[in-house]
């Protein structure tokens, strides 16, 4: 048998003419999860997208069919059908999730209110720096739209999904959980990373995010008309937190030095972008006299985060 390792906890073995993924898995949770997927929701997304079944588990391993290596991940053609597809799975309507779903970061109201100096502290999360002043006023004048939690990918960043034989894939449904849309779009289209290069595209965002609400309409499922306003507090709001990441990663030694600096500049210009468009938006930042609410959005599980 031959085993090739893609990371740390994914190998592609071959063993004659057949192909498959072992992954040490996150915990009998996410595999619970996975296998409800497979059922119940993988055979709603657009006919021909293809989604990796699990074949067996056995103790912290599991096995999963390959579909070989993936391209175009980052290309705009990839994330527009890959935003459509999303539409699709936000919309599913059916029980829970058999386990609570595991989630990389803190929720957002977690992270508003330690960025915000006159909110109250909440939880575990601890921010080194106070939001710049127009995130802070985006923040208390044009607040979130709480909808219900929908059912969201989890990590639906671009390297995971691709082209197989001409066949979108969509892979590592893992981290499964239910939150606000903004989560996987965010993770699509401006969530940076030290390990790959993501660039800031305006042009691209908008046609991504037009093609989202645009499928969502087909649907029956519109959205409000402060969705596009919402995205850019949302991603505002992470990307700033995910500075404070980098500068953290940078004094503990993690990842390249070059490979985090990268990621903070990139981290920067998606910032830039959610400034200009707060202080152009209606006019100005300051649009509506509101206070940030909670609304019942469930608390991600902690055990699932990681660092950057």
Same mark, same amino acid.
């Given at each position: 048998?031959?085993? &090739?390792?893609?990371?740390?906890?994914?190998?592609?073995?071959?063993?004659?003419?057949?192909?498959?993924?072992?992954?040490?898995?996150?915990?009998?949770?996410?595999?619970?999860?996975?296998?409800?997927?497979?059922?119940?929701?993988?055979? $709603?997304?657009?006919?021909?997208?293809?989604?990796?079944?699990?074949?067996?588990?056995?103790?912290?391993?599991?096995?999963?069919?390959?579909?070989?290596?993936?391209?175009?991940?980052?290309?705009?053609?990839?994330?527009?059908?890959?935003? #459509?597809?999303?539409? !699709?799975?936000?919309?599913?309507?059916?029980?829970?999730?058999?386990?609570?779903?595991?989630?990389?970061?803190?929720?957002?109201?977690?992270?508003?209110?330690?960025?915000?100096?006159?909110? #109250?502290?909440?939880?575990?999360?601890?921010?080194?720096?106070?939001?710049?002043?127009?995130?802070?006023?985006?923040?208390?004048?044009?607040?979130?739209?709480?909808?219900?939690?929908?059912?969201?990918?989890?990590? %639906?960043?671009?390297? =995971? /999904?691709?082209?197989?034989?001409?066949?979108?894939?969509?892979?590592?449904?893992?981290?499964?959980?239910?939150?606000?849309?903004?989560?996987?779009?965010?993770?699509?289209?401006? %969530? $940076?990373?030290?390990?790959?290069? %993501?660039?800031?595209?305006?042009?691209?965002?908008?046609?991504?995010? =037009?093609?989202?609400?645009?499928?969502?309409?087909?649907?029956?499922?519109?959205?409000?008309?402060?969705?596009?306003?919402?995205?850019?507090?949302?991603?505002? $709001?992470? /990307?700033?937190?995910?500075?404070?990441?980098?500068?953290?990663?940078?004094?503990?030694?993690?990842?390249?030095?070059?490979?985090?600096? !990268? &990621?903070?500049?990139?981290? !920067?210009?998606?910032?830039?972008?959610?400034?200009?468009?707060?202080?152009?938006?209606?006019?100005?930042?300051?649009?509506?006299?509101? #206070?940030?609410?909670?609304?019942?959005?469930?608390?991600?599980?902690?055990?699932?985060? #990681?660092?950057?």
């Amino acid at each position: 048998m031959h085993v &090739q390792a893609l990371n740390s906890r994914v190998f592609r073995c071959t063993q004659g003419r057949l192909q498959f993924i072992c992954k040490r898995i996150l915990s009998s949770a996410s595999v619970a999860n996975e296998r409800w997927l497979q059922e119940q929701v993988f055979p $709603t997304l657009q006919p021909g997208i293809r989604c990796p079944r699990i074949l067996n588990q056995r103790g912290e391993w599991a096995v999963y069919e390959d579909y070989g290596s993936l391209t175009e991940s980052f290309a705009a053609s990839t994330r527009l059908e890959v935003a #459509k597809n999303l539409a !699709r799975l936000h919309t599913f309507a059916a029980d829970h999730l058999p386990e609570v779903g595991l989630s990389h970061t803190p929720v957002i109201q977690e992270i508003i209110y330690h960025g915000c100096p006159d909110q #109250k502290n909440s939880g575990d999360f601890s921010a080194e720096n106070p939001f710049p002043d127009w995130l802070h006023r985006a923040c208390v004048n044009n607040p979130l739209v709480f909808e219900p939690p929908v059912l969201c990918h989890g990590d %639906m960043h671009p390297a =995971n /999904s691709g082209y197989a034989t001409d066949q979108l894939v969509l892979i590592d449904w893992e981290y499964a959980h239910y939150d606000l849309p903004h989560w996987d779009l965010y993770c699509l289209l401006d %969530m $940076t990373s030290p390990d790959f290069p %993501m660039g800031s595209n305006p042009q691209m965002r908008s046609q991504v995010l =037009n093609a989202y609400l645009s499928e969502r309409e087909e649907l029956g499922h519109p959205l409000s008309d402060s969705f596009v306003e919402d995205y850019f507090l949302y991603t505002a $709001t992470y /990307s700033w937190w995910i500075l404070g990441l980098i500068e953290r990663d940078l004094a503990a030694g993690r990842h390249g030095v070059a490979s985090l600096y !990268r &990621q903070r500049q990139e981290t !920067r210009e998606v910032l830039e972008d959610c400034r200009h468009f707060f202080l152009h938006q209606n006019g100005g930042p300051d649009v509506a006299n509101q #206070k940030i609410e909670s609304h019942g959005l469930l608390r991600k599980d902690p055990l699932g985060r #990681k660092d950057s």
